[in-house]
């Protein structure tokens, strides 16, 4: 039912799904949507990560609204162990930044304060209630917001628990607003402004500071919080500066404004997360859901790799098993195409982080099974820019080849893991097996849909010395070699091989199909 001949016979959307059977069990466990887990107390440990390795994890996440430089050391050091005692299989670290925010002040001796649906309050930035809110002042830390808000907007404070209108803007520090539901006043809670566009720096002293630390210790990837514009992405990669160049950056949408400026986010980003938590409060709900597929599916036609987070198996942080919603969910995310799927609380605090790991491995599994590929791929060639780039054109032409020999496997040869990207975006059944010698590419190219990446640490020889062809095949046999004893593929399998005529980037302009034994097929005998 999975392999590229029962695509080819059921060649429409309609009449692949109307064929899915719901025992059917995929003959090889490869899944191909990558799971991203948040590590907390409860899983700071090589051993714990290699648990989760073990189950699924493929990214280490940092959130660093939360924690000390000295505990987020220790889970790159732990990560690293975990990668050392499992050789052969890279295992990436992404630093989700703090990003620009909105915090109310400090109540009095920061006790929580009563306030009841239909009172007024003022809410004013006023530096002398900063340390003095009360249910008559709330302070915020926002200077411009009297200037950026209107008449009869909404504030949320702590993710919406509250919830205010604004009544009237006094002077150029105090909006007075009335308070829509019963709740409390409490001290530095989180404050939302709908529809309202702030002008906060894309990056606060602090994530400056962060952004240079996860240099320091050569992380893979950074979830940018809170991304507005292009710009955002510009003044990040400055950050960054020359030293983390090769570092990804994905831009999480986290608001209207965001939305409203994708496709500016989406050209000068490496990648994107739909951010659903602050999203669900910054836009109504209900049109969450529009808003993720909108850019998932921008996101696969540029290529560029798209993950879907927050609350996904959010009631498995303390129950073993999930609601149907949360598996529907998760399944529902990758049919609509997202590359990689994030696990937040249920693995950084959670009581069950390897059944919630191992829920969302056979959910996405399962989910990968549904997709229509011979449908998605003809849609995604007939969508690509034309003329063609020789390198993506390489990467169709690939997944074309794939589809139609029913292949085991593509296997690419790439420096900057822009070959595999470009081969994931259309989508092939088959695994794709990318070989590189770079190190960070081989950790980073985890947000590929489909890549098993393998990283090949053999030096470049000196190709005035030895052939260029001689060190491709040495590498195209490492690959299957690899392939083989990680059981992605079979002996004897079609594989699609995708190259460059010369060294490093920007030279992928062959194909070749060979069969995946340790020769290559090129013994005297064959």
Known sequence: MASALDHLENRTRTEWLSQLNTQYVPPKNHRRTSIICTIGPKTNSAEKINMLRRAGLNVVRMN????????HQSVIDNAKAAEQSQPGRPLAIALDTKGPEIRTGNTVDDKDIPIKEGAEINITTDEKYRAACDDKNMFVDYGNI?????????????????????????????????????GKISSRKGVNLPKTDVDLPALSEKDQNDLKFGVKNNIDMVFA????????????????GDEGKEIQIIA????????????????ETDGVMVARGDLGI???????????????????MAGKPVICATQMLES????????????????????????CVMLSGETAKGDYPKESVTIMHETCLLAEIAIPYLAFFNEMRSLAPRPVPTAENCAMAAVSSALEQSAGAILCLTTSGNTARLIAKYRPICPIIMVTRNARASRYSHLYRGVYPILFDEPKPDFKKTPWQEDVDRRLKYGIMNALKLGVMSRGDVVVCVQGWRGGMGHTNTLRIVPAEPDLGLSAEA
């Open 64 to 71: 660093f609204s939360h924690g000390s430089y000295e505990y």
């Open 146 to 182: 009297t200037r950026m808000i209107e008449k009869g907007r909404t504030i949320y404070v702590d993710d919406g628990v509250l919830s205010f209108e604004v009544l009237e803007i006094k002077d150029d520090k105090t909006l007075r607003c009335r308070c829509m539901n019963n």
């Open 225 to 240: 919080s809170f991304i507005r514009t292009g710009n955002d992405i510009k003044a990040i990669r400055r950050c960054l």
């Open 252 to 267: 999480k949408i986290e608001n209207q404004q965001g939305v409203n400026n994708f496709d500016d986010i989406l050209k």
């Open 282 to 300: 910054e836009i109504p709900p209900a049109q969450v859901f529009i808003a993720q597929k909108m850019m998932i599916t921008k996101c696969n």
């Open 316 to 339: 498995m942080t303390y129950n073993p098993r999930p609601t149907r919603a949360e598996v529907s969910d998760v399944g529902n995310a990758v049919f609509d195409g997202a590359d």
